[in-house]
């Protein structure tokens, strides 16, 4: 037996995929580095002041909630090498609502260090 440890610095963008669109929180977080970085743009959140999370504990409390709502989640046009990733996703609310991201990872050692997100989703119909 070798007494080498071996770390996996592997970065697995279909396990990632999965853990989205099957709304596993915990398979998506054990994926951040402990100081990861999320940046958030959107109608909301615009790019002059966008919401920053900071930390596992802050990215968790995101994804758990993300989780947690009931929408469908589907990943597509990925792309990934050593140093990064980068895909889309699509996701729907049960009433028809639609939300669309797309997002850059940086990695470091298999781990996502920074995220950035730009998310744009439908607006309510005027009455």
Known sequence: MNAQSTTNTHFDLADFTRAIEERDASTQLAMYATDARVTLTDRISQPGSPR????????????????????????????????????TEACRYPDGTNVLCATVLELRDGQITSQIGVQAWDEPASA
């Open 52 to 87: 920053v999370l900071r930390g596992r504990s802050e990215i968790a409390a995101w994804i758990e909630d993300v989780c947690a709502r009931d929408m469908d989640h589907r990943v597509q046009h990925t792309v990934c090498d050593q140093g990064g990733a980068a895909f």
